[in-house]
């Protein structure tokens, strides 16, 4: 590979999958951490646009070219929340226990055909700053939320997320099966196809 390629995340859950998913193709990146990247802020109202914030500002701080991953859980019986705001839904910013327990709370009672969910990811590549054609696609997972959580793998929301094609929860999948069938591995295999269309990083 010749150039170096921001990986615009904070979140060691995600940059773990990103090193295994992103080893599959051969390619290398680095989390903004290594380079000292001050958080983006997620003001976007849509998962595409936080995308591109994160990844514009991890390009600003560093001159790299960087790939942002902005991606949540979509619950249909409360209207799509918590979506953009999965991070924070219960209130501080990544304390995955609260916003697991607020959201089996708010599903309390809801019988299984109604808690259908999806996890959705957005991904941004951008070449530099000011790139004015960032690269977004995007990847979702169908399932459902369970009553309460199972499994240890995985991070997040995956305790109480149910696949219905495994019988079990995300976080009861071994780490390979979550990466050939997860929202980020469906969207990172749209951008490889499309960074060989456009030779980069050829
Ligand atoms: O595969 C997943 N398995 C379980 N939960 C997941 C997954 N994918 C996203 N999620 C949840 C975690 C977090 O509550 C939110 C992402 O929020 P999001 O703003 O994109 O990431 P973040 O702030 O944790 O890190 P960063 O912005 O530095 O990448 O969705
Ligand atoms: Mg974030």
């Not at 000292?36 to 976007?44: H, I, L």
């Not at 839904?89 to 916003?99: K, S």
Request: glycine share 8%; with cysteine.
């Amino acid at each position: 590979m010749s150039k170096t390629i921001v990986l615009a995340s904070n979140n060691a859950g995600k940059i773990k999958e990103f090193n295994t998913l992103f080893s599959q193709y051969g390619i290398e990146v680095k989390p903004q951490g290594e380079f000292n990247v001050d958080e983006a802020e997620e003001t976007g109202l849509s998962f595409i646009e936080n995308a591109i914030l994160k990844a514009r500002n991890a390009c600003e701080h560093t001159g790299l070219a960087s790939i942002a991953d902005d991606s949540g859980i979509e619950v249909d019986y409360l209207d799509g929340a918590p979506g953009i705001y999965s991070a924070r839904f219960a209130g501080e910013h990544g304390d995955n226990e609260a916003n697991n327990a607020l959201l089996l709370q708010k599903l309390e009672g809801v019988p299984t055909e109604q808690r259908t969910a999806r996890f959705h990811c957005v991904l941004a590549y951008m070449r530099h700053k000011d790139d004015p054609t960032p690269l977004v696609v995007q990847g979702s997972w169908e399932g459902r939320i369970l009553e309460s959580s199972a499994g240890v793998e995985g991070f997040g929301y995956d305790p109480i997320f149910f696949v219905p094609e495994k019988g079990c929860s995300s976080a009861s999948l071994p780490k390979e099966v979550k990466n050939q069938l997860s929202h980020r591995a469906k969207a990172l295999n749209l951008l490889m196809s499309a960074f060989k269309e456009k030779n980069i990083l050829a």
